[in-house]
């Protein structure tokens, strides 16, 4: 299972951090899949916005969050993070996280302009 959270309201320009705990799995198992982060926002599909191979440290950004977000794994705590920076309205969304087929509950963000 997956726990996400670390949503909330920032104003635009802001940061915040979200955390992805995975429960019942070892993230960095060599048998293991990549850890991803989607979002959702109002009115609109859930989109891809990074992921990461806990494994070798590999990771990838969708273009809208590049340079801003960045993800990162502690596999000690078998977590994931999203940080992210310079936050603008447009990434108010639902964020979710996805490992091996399941995927977290989802947490909130909302900036505020």
């Known amino acids: 299972q997956l726990q996400a959270s670390g949503g909330g309201l920032v104003q635009a320009g802001g940061s915040l951090r979200l955390s992805c705990a995975v429960f019942g799995f070892t993230i960095d198992d060599v048998d293991n899949d990549a850890i991803a982060w989607f979002r959702r926002a109002p009115g609109k599909e859930r989109g891809g916005v990074s992921v990461i191979a806990p494994r070798d440290g590999g990771t990838h950004y969708a273009d809208a969050v590049r340079g801003r977000f960045t993800i990162s794994s502690d596999n000690a705590k078998n977590t994931v993070y999203l940080q992210m920076n310079s936050l603008k309205p447009e990434d108010t969304a639902v964020y979710y996280c996805?490992?091996?087929?399941?995927w977290g509950q989802g947490t909130q963000v909302t900036v505020s302009s």
């Open positions: 996805l490992y091996g087929g399941y």
